[in-house]
């Protein structure tokens, strides 16, 4: 059963154009949610993250929308670059549980010039 | 640079072999994490440690076993490696006092079982 999804496996957007990248969770208890990018042959690295108090989270060209009622979370990058492309990985955390993280599996952003 | 360091960063490694991989933090953060990411998943959690001594199982712990003498550093050891174990292992930190914050991640160790 898996808790974290991520039903587009890849996503192709052109440069300057808008990237949507989609995230959808099964367990109510999650109370934090975060994206990471990762690069080939590096580790993840932490993006943006939003608390389930929130309904939205903006840091420069990254902005992150959280719908509980929904269980969605949604991460858009305006304007995209070429530099963009990676894999993003949604991850959901409870509080209070030792700063545990479920990931889901990875959307390939590929952004073309 | 969150100060993460793994190694060996390549092995490879024949079946029924006991081998260790070494996650060190310079920066003595509480909570160590180990997961294993392969083709089309996610990460995935092997085990964690809340404190010198102090460790737990993930989602994936079997055939898996971690130990953490000292804060700095967070040993995940395959008693006896198996093929299903080839993967890429990734150790993470949270540098949140809380119990809940982003994690940063070491480069990965790149494991292939023959």
């Known amino acids: 059963d898996q808790q974290v999804k991520q039903n587009s496996p890849s996503l192709s957007v052109q440069e300057g154009r808008i990237s949507i990248l989609n995230c959808d969770y099964t367990?109510?208890?999650?109370?934090?949610f975060l994206w990471y990018k990762k690069y080939p042959a590096e580790g993840p690295t932490f993006l943006i993250s939003?608390?389930?108090?929130?309904d939205k989270n903006e840091d420069g060209r990254f902005t992150v929308f959280l719908n509980k009622s929904a269980k969605h979370l949604s991460l858009h990058i305006v304007p995209s670059q070429p530099g963009d492309s990676a894999v993003y990985f949604c991850?959901?955390?409870?509080?209070?549980?030792?700063?545990?993280?479920?990931f889901g599996d990875g959307t390939t952003l590929t952004v073309k010039p | 640079d969150a100060g993460i360091t793994q190694s060996p960063r390549h092995k490879v490694t024949e079946t029924g072999t006991p081998v260790t991989l070494r996650c060190h933090q310079t920066?003595?953060?509480?909570?160590m994490y180990w997961y294993r990411q392969d083709p089309g998943h996610g990460l995935r959690l092997i085990h964690y440690?809340?404190?010198?001594?102090?460790?737990d199982k993930g989602e994936v712990s079997d055939g898996y076993s971690v130990s953490r003498s000292k804060t700095e550093d967070f040993l995940l050891t395959l008693e006896s490696a198996t093929s299903s174990q080839t993967s890429v292992y990734f150790c993470?930190?949270?540098?949140?006092?809380?119990?809940?914050?982003?994690?940063?991640f070491g480069p990965g160790t790149r494991l292939t079982v023959t």
């Open positions: 993470a930190i949270s540098r949140s006092s809380g119990s809940i914050g982003e994690q940063y």
């Open positions: 939003i608390s389930s108090i929130k």
């Open positions: 991850a959901a955390s409870i509080n209070t549980n030792a700063g545990k993280s479920t």
């Open positions: 367990n109510s208890m999650f109370d934090y």
């Open positions: 920066e003595n953060h509480r909570y």
């Open positions: 440690s809340y404190g010198v001594k102090d460790t």
